[in-house]
């Protein structure tokens, strides 16, 4: 059971990044995938969650959910065969260089409401340094 979280590197500001969280020994789907970061010096946040539905019919499966302060610059979401998770950021900041990682378990914190699921599996993948520098 593994994640692999891929595809960081440095980028300008306002450029953009591809994020791949790949799984390995369990299905994604009834699963909820987060992104999360952790930029030096400071704690681990929790930037964005996908829920995989168990069906493909299932209403309101795979809405993303995100941190504010990355809402419209970063999106999350599943390729069709449910073995990867992308997170595709756009218009970077020197504020987003972090190492990223993904994990079976979301917990977003905004302002105004605290976003968890975990669906009774923890597993992170190792981290993926995404710097943001002119």
């Known amino acids: 059971v593994q994640l692999q979280a891929s595809g960081g590197g440095l980028v300008q500001p306002g450029e953009s990044v591809k994020l791949s969280c790949t799984v390995s020994g369990f299905s994604l789907k009834g699963r909820a995938i987060g992104w999360y970061r952790q930029a030096p010096e400071k704690e681990r946040e929790g930037i964005s969650c996908?829920?995989?539905?168990?069906?493909?019919?299932?209403?309101?499966?795979?809405?993303?959910h995100y941190l504010d302060s990355v809402k419209g610059r970063f999106t999350t979401s599943a390729d069709a065969d449910k073995t990867t998770v992308y997170l595709e950021m756009d218009k970077l900041k020197p504020e987003d260089t972090a190492v990223y990682y993904c994990?079976?378990?979301?917990?977003?914190?905004?302002?105004?409401?605290?976003?968890?699921?975990?669906?009774?599996?923890?597993?992170w993948g190792k981290g993926t340094q995404v710097t943001v520098s002119s």
């Open positions: 994990a079976t378990r979301c917990t977003i914190q905004n302002d105004d409401h605290l976003y968890n699921r975990y669906y009774g599996m923890d597993v």
């Open positions: 996908i829920e995989i539905p168990v069906k493909e019919a299932d209403d309101g499966g795979e809405v993303p």
